[in-house]
């Protein structure tokens, strides 16, 4: 098979906002407690945070980690979180039915994310809780006021303030699952409401509004719209959550998920702009995809866990090959929507739907999914490049099913690309999947004039199943190949081709 790229270098996207390789840790599972912190590990630094963790954490340069959550933080509060370790109350989260010890809080996760060099995403409880409290939470973080919550801080032993630019105004507050769900005129209001306080106690900081849990919510749509025409001018980002997964074990439909993501960024999109026009404003509300991933391995293994337990091991899925095909054409469409789609967080980091792995009191290693996002955080930096990709295409799916009509399914790319320049527009990376399961593609490459190939990674295996294990963790790799005058890219694998200038 043969498919061609081609591109004009002047036919830029935008540039790419460095939060869009963002993640995410939820209170949740072995996230925090047995992941990134483990005091008794034998890599544990002076905080007790897993130094294994937090260096293979660093080596993905995230730039921004939404935390607490997620579900969790529609029963959080925060002030059970600061202060006196010893004093802290442990407390039943409803959300995932385990125990919070509050070992782990505001104070401590901001000195983790300082020392992976990464910024905190922070999200407030509007399930359970409201406006003033939310506000506290800022003055707390981020005021050096002599006031009532900045010298709690303070007197917590952090005298300079953490200066958290972006914050997340709940949680899936649509979702029926979710502690204090709201109807969208009920959020609407208390979103209003909360961030006006927030601004009005820090001008500076972002705030990003709940949209739907998935696009396969019945009131999605109507639950942006409305939204939006309540809290357009407090808010700066709308976000977008949506999940993956093959639990049917059709891997031809499984590998276009992406057009899936593709659809639902554009119908938000579309949405943000009717309302910014029906209310005539200069403003335009940009998107935050502050959870996206492949989930569904781990929904039975969950069902057989005993309630109220601290840590349990929860949402633990193993990701094999076709996973991190999926996981990289999800990265390839956010980078072709990086124009809109600003903020993004893979969810999550560590053990909870992760591409990083622990042994409790053990080893560490990586999944398969940690090698698309790794050498997309580190080398598609800088500016989206336009491009158009000429392939086959192929069938998969119901041909009757809504899915199959929406997303046209009956026609979906061979190849998945996505191509980016560098700020100093040194080096050119181009990021393909080959969705064929068994056809290599010569691939032709036109428009990179000036430029010659340094450098081709691919990720691929003889297994479409193949996973990596504590005792096996380099089953699935992502290799250097051999450059020659021909581009192949094998069946069924994930690549990365870099250019340099000449």
């Given at each position: 098979?043969?498919?061609?790229?081609?591109?004009?270098k002047e036919d830029v996207i935008s540039k790419i906002d460095n939060r869009l390789f963002g993640s995410f840790i939820e209170h949740l599972g072995r996230a925090v407690y047995g992941g990134i912190y483990e005091k008794d590990h034998e890599t544990a630094d002076d905080c007790g945070f897993?130094?294994?963790?937090?260096?293979?954490?660093?080596e993905l340069n995230v730039p921004i980690v939404r935390y607490p959550g997620g579900n969790f933080v529609s029963g959080f509060y925060w002030e059970d979180s600061v202060g006196d370790r010893a004093k802290r109350p442990h407390k039943m989260d409803l959300a995932w039915g385990t125990i919070e010890t509050n070992e782990i809080g505001i104070d401590e996760f901001q000195e983790w994310a300082k020392r992976v060099n990464s910024e905190v995403m922070m999200a407030v409880n509007l399930g359970t809780r409201g406006p003033m409290d939310a506000r506290n939470l800022v003055e707390y973080c981020n005021l050096n006021t002599d006031t009532y919550y900045a010298n709690m801080r303070k007197a917590n032993g952090h005298e300079e303030p953490y200066g958290i630019k972006v914050w997340c105004l709940g949680n899936e507050m649509d979702g029926p699952w979710q502690i204090g769900a709201k109807t969208p005129q009920e959020y609407a209001r208390i979103a209003t409401e909360t961030a006006k306080v927030m601004k009005w106690t820090d001008p500076s900081i972002e705030?990003?509004?709940c949209g739907s849990?998935?696009?396969t919510m019945e009131t999605f749509g109507t639950w942006e719209r409305e939204v939006l025409r309540g809290a357009y001018e407090n808010i700066d980002y709308m976000s977008l959550h949506c999940y993956y997964g093959n639990p049917d074990n059709d891997a031809k439909k499984y590998l276009a998920s992406s057009l899936i993501m593709d659809n639902f960024i554009k119908e938000v999109v579309d949405i943000c702009d009717e309302v910014k026009k029906e209310k005539n404003s200069d403003k335009t509300v940009n998107l935050s995809f502050d959870e996206w991933n492949v989930w569904f391995h781990s929904n039975e293994a969950d069902k057989e866990q005993e309630k109220w337990q601290i840590a349990p091991p929860l949402l633990e899925d193993v990701y094999n090959l076709e996973d991190a095909l999926v996981v990289g054409s999800l990265i390839n469409t956010l980078i072709k929507h990086s124009d809109r789609v600003k903020i993004a967080a893979l969810a999550q980091?560590?053990?909870?739907i992760a591409p990083i792995m622990t042994k409790t009191g053990g080893g560490m290693w990586l999944q398969t999914i940690y090698y698309p996002f790794y050498y997309a955080s580190t080398f598609g930096r800088g500016f989206a490049l336009n491009a158009t990709c000429e392939c086959d295409t192929y069938a998969a799916g119901d041909p009757e099913s809504e899915e199959y009509k929406k997303n046209n399914f009956g026609h979906i790319p061979y190849i998945d690309s996505s191509v980016t320049m560098?700020?100093?527009?040194?080096?050119i990376s181009v990021f393909l999947v080959n969705r064929s399961l068994d056809e290599e593609v010569e691939l032709e490459l036109e428009g990179f004039d000036g430029y010659k190939i340094s450098s081709h990674v691919e990720l691929t295996?003889?297994?479409?199943?193949a996973i990596n294990t504590i005792d096996n963790p380099e089953e699935?790799?992502?290799?250097?190949?051999?450059?020659s005058d021909k581009v192949v890219l094998s069946s069924k694998s994930w690549n990365m081709i870099k250019f340099s200038k000449c």
């Amino acid at each position: 098979m043969k498919a061609k790229i081609k591109i004009n270098k002047e036919d830029v996207i935008s540039k790419i906002d460095n939060r869009l390789f963002g993640s995410f840790i939820e209170h949740l599972g072995r996230a925090v407690y047995g992941g990134i912190y483990e005091k008794d590990h034998e890599t544990a630094d002076d905080c007790g945070f897993r130094q294994d963790v937090l260096n293979a954490v660093k080596e993905l340069n995230v730039p921004i980690v939404r935390y607490p959550g997620g579900n969790f933080v529609s029963g959080f509060y925060w002030e059970d979180s600061v202060g006196d370790r010893a004093k802290r109350p442990h407390k039943m989260d409803l959300a995932w039915g385990t125990i919070e010890t509050n070992e782990i809080g505001i104070d401590e996760f901001q000195e983790w994310a300082k020392r992976v060099n990464s910024e905190v995403m922070m999200a407030v409880n509007l399930g359970t809780r409201g406006p003033m409290d939310a506000r506290n939470l800022v003055e707390y973080c981020n005021l050096n006021t002599d006031t009532y919550y900045a010298n709690m801080r303070k007197a917590n032993g952090h005298e300079e303030p953490y200066g958290i630019k972006v914050w997340c105004l709940g949680n899936e507050m649509d979702g029926p699952w979710q502690i204090g769900a709201k109807t969208p005129q009920e959020y609407a209001r208390i979103a209003t409401e909360t961030a006006k306080v927030m601004k009005w106690t820090d001008p500076s900081i972002e705030l990003v509004a709940c949209g739907s849990s998935s696009p396969t919510m019945e009131t999605f749509g109507t639950w942006e719209r409305e939204v939006l025409r309540g809290a357009y001018e407090n808010i700066d980002y709308m976000s977008l959550h949506c999940y993956y997964g093959n639990p049917d074990n059709d891997a031809k439909k499984y590998l276009a998920s992406s057009l899936i993501m593709d659809n639902f960024i554009k119908e938000v999109v579309d949405i943000c702009d009717e309302v910014k026009k029906e209310k005539n404003s200069d403003k335009t509300v940009n998107l935050s995809f502050d959870e996206w991933n492949v989930w569904f391995h781990s929904n039975e293994a969950d069902k057989e866990q005993e309630k109220w337990q601290i840590a349990p091991p929860l949402l633990e899925d193993v990701y094999n090959l076709e996973d991190a095909l999926v996981v990289g054409s999800l990265i390839n469409t956010l980078i072709k929507h990086s124009d809109r789609v600003k903020i993004a967080a893979l969810a999550q980091l560590v053990n909870v739907i992760a591409p990083i792995m622990t042994k409790t009191g053990g080893g560490m290693w990586l999944q398969t999914i940690y090698y698309p996002f790794y050498y997309a955080s580190t080398f598609g930096r800088g500016f989206a490049l336009n491009a158009t990709c000429e392939c086959d295409t192929y069938a998969a799916g119901d041909p009757e099913s809504e899915e199959y009509k929406k997303n046209n399914f009956g026609h979906i790319p061979y190849i998945d690309s996505s191509v980016t320049m560098s700020e100093d527009k040194e080096t050119i990376s181009v990021f393909l999947v080959n969705r064929s399961l068994d056809e290599e593609v010569e691939l032709e490459l036109e428009g990179f004039d000036g430029y010659k190939i340094s450098s081709h990674v691919e990720l691929t295996h003889d297994d479409l199943k193949a996973i990596n294990t504590i005792d096996n963790p380099e089953e699935v790799v992502a290799k250097e190949k051999n450059i020659s005058d021909k581009v192949v890219l094998s069946s069924k694998s994930w690549n990365m081709i870099k250019f340099s200038k000449c």
